[in-house]
């Protein structure tokens, strides 16, 4: 499966992840499913993906496939930006979709090696034993 349809799959889990699907996440997700590219039957495929009710472990899933995709740095902007808009768009933000945006951040962080900034900052508080 392809980054765009991970990607998909993961807003759909996060749209349905306060147990339901407001009108204005899946018109969201409509429009945004011709923007990925893909061939028409598996835009229908996936069309048929987004109305039925994803398992409640689903979102963690699609949260694993985003991390082993290794994503480049624009792909995982997009896909940030994209999870914050469909949480958002029915205007509330429940705490399930608040922890989904956080585990993405997490995920992402994750799948990226750390720079060697960052490495030398890790070494540095393991030697000093200090937090910061």
Do not use: C
């Amino acid at each position: 499966m392809n980054n765009a349809a991970i990607a998909f799959r993961l807003l759909v889990a996060a749209a349905w992840s306060d147990g339901q699907l407001h009108p204005s996440e899946a018109l969201l997700l409509a429009q945004y499913l011709p923007r990925l590219n893909l061939p028409f039957e598996e835009q229908q495929h996936l069309l048929e993906y987004l109305q039925i009710r994803p398992a409640v472990d689903t979102a963690q899933i699609w949260l694993q496939e985003v991390q082993a995709a290794r994503l480049d740095p624009t792909e995982s902007r997009e896909l940030t930006e994209s999870l914050k808009l469909i949480v958002y768009v029915d205007g509330r933000l429940a705490p399930e979709e608040a922890q989904l945006l956080a585990q993405l951040s997490h995920a992402l962080e994750a799948s990226e090696p750390p720079s060697l900034l960052a490495r030398l900052k890790l070494w540095l508080k393991r030697l000093t034993g200090r937090p910061d």
